[in-house]
């Protein structure tokens, strides 16, 4: 899809599409201590340190980090952007094609 420049395809009723989603994670335990930062100790005083349980779970960041961002002009404050890395990926998507169209233009041809 992408090298043909083609945004979606339909197969078996089914459309397919490419969809940019920015992501962000927890740069390396070894990086943060180069840079004397303690993961939790940024989310706690950015605000964010109701996401931290045990763990702090990927889906939960990525979904805080895109409203933060969207709030910053798409930018992350250094102190967030210093403990992530972002990061681009393609995904496709999958749903029913709306096949009416191509349908009424098949019961044309027959007739």
């Not at 009723?13 to 989603?21: D, P, V």
């Not at 303690?38 to 996401?51: K, M, N, P, Y």
């Not at 779970?57 to 972002?86: C, H, I, K, R």
């Amino acid at each position: 899809m992408v090298d043909e420049e083609k945004p979606d395809t339909t197969v078996d009723g089914f459309k397919y599409s490419l969809q940019e989603k920015t992501r962000y994670s927890k740069i390396s335990e070894e990086k943060l201590m180069e840079k004397g930062l303690v993961f939790f100790d940024v989310l706690r005083e950015q605000g964010f340190g109701h996401l931290i349980t045990e763990r702090v779970d990927p889906q939960t960041l990525n979904s805080a980090m895109n409203n933060l961002a969207a709030e910053n002009d798409g930018e992350l404050p250094e102190e967030m952007a210093e403990v992530l890395s972002v990061y681009s990926e393609l995904k496709v998507s999958k749903r029913k094609a709306n096949t009416k169209a191509l349908n009424r233009a098949k019961k044309a041809q027959e007739v």
